[in-house]
């Protein structure tokens, strides 16, 4: 089988990265160059994932997005929810600045969670006229009541999980004993980001990737932090933002050797303006962004002919699948399983790891 390759763009406001998590930090500039970029993109083949937040979507420049795509949603475009926190009503009296620890919403209560992302849902279907099915969680803040919350408001796809990452000591989740595969877990299609360990040495590289938990091991050990520079060992997420064309490429050919079929490439829709994040400081870091990204497509496809997919391509067939087991279940005695309900639930190990033990049993 031929791989497949997603493009997710995070659609959201600009805002200091490394500064005070503020409602008021909603602006939303003119989107002019996005839609540009996304047009590039599709000619080559591509399809496109939008995962916009409240503030995007409220926005007058974004809603300019989202009507020029409208008519393509389901082919090219796919409309998903991105939640950030800080600027998604409903607020409490004191909103106006959010904490590190809240700014991830799976820290949120279960009930303001879903508070929030009812209104974000509601939103993007006013707008659009379409109903998300994927979610992917601001700062990848997917919590122990996430998976509920997705589920009651009828998602049926998450882009959350940053695979091998460790956001805890930001007090958000710890995703280090998860790999790049998909899988399903109580109804919903989970489709990580693609992330890799990579490595002069393949042998090396092959080990880490198919041991999720093996790189942060070596990342607390002194002697192998050290041994790990000696062959080049480094994590990189699949993305424009920060690597190279070559180093994107290392990590798409790293998961190819693992096994892995199904690639998510992603990035912020605000690095394509200066300054707006930390990998763009001037217009020719734009411009540089924009080339390897169009680089790297083009080589996916023509090289490696991978084959263009939406991740909510998955919630039909999920939707097919769970009519068949509900039939398969009113025909058969019921039994009584256990379930693990947290996932994931913090920064435990413990419980990640049973978690996607869990969820490896089910694909």
């Known amino acids: 089988m031929a791989a497949k390759l997603a493009v997710v763009i995070h659609a959201e406001e600009e805002f200091d990265w490394h500064g005070q998590f503020s409602s008021a930090n909603n602006q939303?500039?003119?989107q002019y160059a996005l839609i540009a970029l996304i047009e590039k993109l599709i000619v080559l083949g591509a399809k496109v994932t939008l995962a916009m937040d409240y503030a995007f979507v409220a926005s007058p420049n974004g809603q300019t997005v989202i009507q020029?795509?409208?008519?393509?949603?389901?082919?090219?475009?796919?409309?998903?929810?991105?939640?950030h926190p800080w600027v998604n009503p409903p607020f409490s009296q004191s909103h106006h600045n959010v904490s590190k620890f809240e700014s991830f919403p799976g820290n949120l209560p279960a009930d303001i969670e879903r508070e929030k992302l009812q209104t974000?849902?509601?939103?993007?279907?006013?707008?659009?006229?379409?109903?998300?099915?994927?979610?992917?969680?601001?700062?990848?803040?997917?919590?122990?009541?996430?998976?509920?919350?997705?589920?009651?408001?009828?998602?049926?796809?998450?882009?959350?999980?940053?695979?091998?990452?460790?956001?805890?000591?930001?007090e958000g989740p710890d995703f280090r004993a998860f790999d790049c595969r998909r899988f399903e877990k109580e109804g919903v299609t989970f489709l990580p980001h693609t992330s890799a360990v990579t490595s002069w040495s393949r042998h090396y590289q092959k080990r880490f990737n198919r041991?999720?938990?093996?790189?942060?091991?070596?990342q607390q050990s002194p002697l192998k932090k050290v041994m790990g520079?000696?062959?080049?060992?480094?994590?990189?997420?699949?993305?424009?933002?920060?690597?190279?064309?070559?180093?994107?490429?290392?990590?798409?050919?790293?998961?190819?050797?693992?096994?892995?079929?199904?690639?998510?490439?992603?990035?912020?829709s605000s690095s394509l303006l200066v300054n707006a994040t930390p990998y763009v400081k001037a217009q020719r870091d734009v411009?540089?962004?924009?080339?390897?990204?169009?680089?790297?497509?083009?080589?996916a496809f023509n090289v490696e002919q991978c084959r263009a997919f939406l991740p909510q391509s998955f919630a039909s067939k999920l939707a097919l699948l769970s009519k068949s087991k509900s039939q398969s279940r009113a025909a058969t005695p019921a039994r009584t399983t256990s379930t693990s309900t947290s996932f994931p639930p913090s920064s435990s190990r413990s419980q990640l790891q049973h978690a996607k033990v869990s969820a490896k049993g089910e694909c």
């Open 28 to 30: 939303v500039s003119p």
């Open 68 to 83: 020029h795509f409208s008519s393509r949603q389901g082919e090219s475009i796919e409309f998903a929810s991105h939640l």
């Open 287 to 299: 411009a540089a962004l924009e080339a390897r990204l169009i680089a790297f497509v083009t080589w």
């Open 120 to 170: 974000l849902t509601d939103l993007i279907h006013d707008i659009s006229g379409t109903k998300p099915l994927s979610y992917l969680a601001g700062r990848h803040g997917f919590g122990a009541n996430t998976l509920a919350t997705l589920n009651e408001l009828g998602y049926q796809v998450d882009l959350s999980i940053c695979p091998y990452y460790d956001f805890s000591a930001s």
């Open 211 to 218: 041991h999720a938990s093996l790189y942060s091991e070596w």
């Open 229 to 268: 520079r000696g062959i080049g060992l480094r994590l990189d997420r699949l993305s424009p933002e920060g690597l190279s064309l070559r180093q994107m490429q290392r990590v798409y050919l790293a998961q190819k050797q693992n096994g892995l079929k199904e690639f998510v490439l992603s990035f912020h």
